[in-house]
């Protein structure tokens, strides 16, 4: 089954490739792709909108990487949380009720929050 994983940075270092696969680092939790691809699917246009960076800063991007490493800058996590707790409205997952923990406290800390995808 895959799984998606998401931390939080705790000293972020501005122009560093985060391309290392590191969830122990960051302290992730792990949510179903299958929530990540319904997820994708339903708010698609709303994710889009996100600003990120896929694995440094030097790449701005939009959304997630659903395959690589994506980089949630502090600003863009309340749109972040907002998308993933419409989802857990409907999905009632505790997965993603973890997410929206694991992405409060990163809000609370003022820290960058980091995505590995499949």
């Known amino acids: 089954m895959a799984k998606h994983e998401f931390g939080i940075i705790e000293s972020f270092e501005e122009n560093k490739w985060y ?3 590191e969830p122990e680092k ?5 949510v179903n792709g299958y929530l990540i691809e319904e997820l994708i699917a339903m ?14 800063t030097t790449q701005p991007a939009a959304g997630l990487d659903y395959c690589g ?3 949630i800058p502090p600003e863009s996590l309340i749109e972040f949380r907002d998308v993933i ?7 009632k997952s505790k997965e993603f009720q973890l997410l929206i923990e694991k992405i409060t406290e990163a809000i609370k800390e003022n820290k960058y ?3 590995y995808g499949i």
């Not at 707790?85 to 999905?91: D, E, G, L, Q, S």
């Open 19 to 21: 391309s290392h696969y």
């Open 43 to 56: 708010y698609n246009e709303e994710l889009k909108a996100i600003k990120t960076y896929f694995q440094v």
């Open 69 to 71: 490493v994506t980089i």
């Open 85 to 91: 707790t419409k989802a857990n409205n409907c999905f």
């Open 113 to 115: 929050f980091i995505h």
């Open 26 to 30: 960051y302290n992730c939790i792990s």
